[in-house]
Each structure stands twice: as C-alpha cells, then as structure tokens.
Nanobody, 126 residues
C-alpha cells in the first residue's frame, strides 16, 4: 500500500497548482480521501476530505472557494486543484486515505486516515 504525492513547487501569489496523489496496492474508489498540510511551526491541518459514505467534501474555511478535491478512479489518483494561492498556503501537503466512516469534517479533524503519502512541498512566494 503506497501513496505518492506530487505536483508541489514554487508558485507566485495568485497562482495555481494541482497536486496529485497516486495510490498503489489498493483502490481508492471506495475509500475516504483527504489532503492535509503542515507549515513550519504549525500543527497539521485538514485541508479537504471526502466521505466514503456519501462522497460529500469538506473544505477548511481558509481554502473554501479556491481549492477543489477530486479523484480519478480509472487512474487510482486523487487531486487537489489549488487556485489563488496565498503565502499562507505554503506548507508540505499530504494525501491520506482510509476505510473509516464519517463526514468530511470528521475525517479532516480526527486522526482516522490509515495510509499517508510522504508529502509534497508547496511554496508561495514572489
């Protein structure tokens, strides 16, 4: 079981990035999925999570309207499209998945995801 996150990099404020998280060893399509981030000196934050039961997505207030989580079951990959990036979005972004149930909010605010990728660094700077 492996999650490989990619797509991070340096982007100017206002720019866009799309993060990808490819899964191997299992299929994502029936799992809860999520993206988390951790900036230096800060706690890990749930950015966006999708419930496996109803597919509803939760977004942190700080990213609502700018970020979109999605999955491509054929490619066994989860994405995080990020627009209008701000310096405060800079962090290491991690994808995660698990079999746990619960709302997107619950998944993002509790340590219930079973599998984690290694993270990809997003830097937002001019």
């Amino acid at each position: 079981v492996q999650l490989q996150a990619s797509g991070g990099g340096l982007v100017q404020p206002g720019g866009s990035l799309r993060l990808s998280c490819a899964a191997s060893g299992f299929t994502l399509d029936n799992n809860a999925i999520g993206w988390f981030r951790q900036a230096p000196g800060k706690e890990r934050e749930g950015v966006s999570c999708v419930s496996k039961s109803d597919g509803s997505a939760y977004y942190a207030d700080s990213v609502k309207g700018r970020f979109t989580i999605s999955r491509d079951n054929a490619k066994n990959t989860v994405y995080l499209q990020m627009h209008s990036l701000k310096p405060e979005d800079a962090a290491v972004y991690y994808c995660a998945t698990g079999d746990g149930d619960g709302s997107g909010w619950y998944l993002c605010h509790n340590d219930v995801m079973e599998y984690w990728g290694k993270g990809t660094l997003v830097t937002v700077s001019s």
